[in-house]
């Protein structure tokens, strides 16, 4: 490892990884969301016409926002137009996350960079860190939070996670492990972990 350590966060839908990377923030790192990427991209606007084209005028709702419930239902449930939809958006996230890392490895105050993306390994994006965190947290907390997002079933979870990487294989993947059942728990394991990957670099 050279330079500031690149640490990506990884684990199943409603798992937390925003509030684990969230505490790594706590800690003096800068933090990549590309979920944010994504809704500044939609945002922007510059994705309308191409999404309209992909989904259908429902894509995009009267005041030129995106319309994300509509846009899921149609994913979720035609396995090509989930492709389709990812070959627009990755490389763009791509992108925009390797500016940003490289802005926030120049930083003097941030002590490490963290990339909170919901499809790291999905998108090739692991091979750019030098750690990998995977966060585990029981199916029914899951769950519970997952139900603000519109899944309300493990049936609707597991719909979704097969268009993934397995869980499995993801926690394999990742040379450490966040229990995420409690916020202080989690918060002692975020600090072990970054403590060991911060002397691993001395």
């Known amino acids: 490892m050279s330079g500031k350590p690149y640490i990506g966060i990884t684990g199943g839908i409603g798992s937390g990884k925003s509030f684990v990377a969230a505490l790594f923030a706590e800690l003096g790192c800068g933090v990549i969301d590309a979920d944010r990427i994504v809704s500044d991209l939609y945002k922007s606007g510059q994705l309308n016409a191409d999404l309209v084209k992909l989904f259908g005028t429902e894509a ?17 449930e035609k396995p090509e137009k989930l492709k ?33 993306v919901p499809l790291l390994l999905e998108t090739g994006m692991d091979s750019m860190c030098d750690f990998l965190v995977y966060v585990e947290t029981p199916l029914r907390l899951r769950l519970e939070r997952l139900k603000k997002r ?30 995420n059942s409690s916020y202080e728990q989690a918060r002692r394991q975020v600090y072990a972990i970054f403590t060991e990957i911060l002397d691993s670099g001395n």
């Open 150 to 179: 519109g899944i309300k079933s493990e049936e609707q979870l597991k719909k979704r996670e097969k268009y993934q990487i397995s869980l499995d294989i993801k926690k394999k993947n990742a040379k450490y492990v966040v229990i």
């Open 60 to 76: 995009v709702n009267d005041d030129k926002s995106i319309n994300r419930k509509h846009i899921a239902s149609v994913v979720f």
């Open 84 to 116: 389709q939809l990812n070959a627009l958006v990755h490389p763009l996230v791509i992108s925009e996350s390797k500016r940003l890392s490289s802005l926030l490895s120049k930083d003097n105050s941030v002590k490490a960079v963290i990339f909170d």
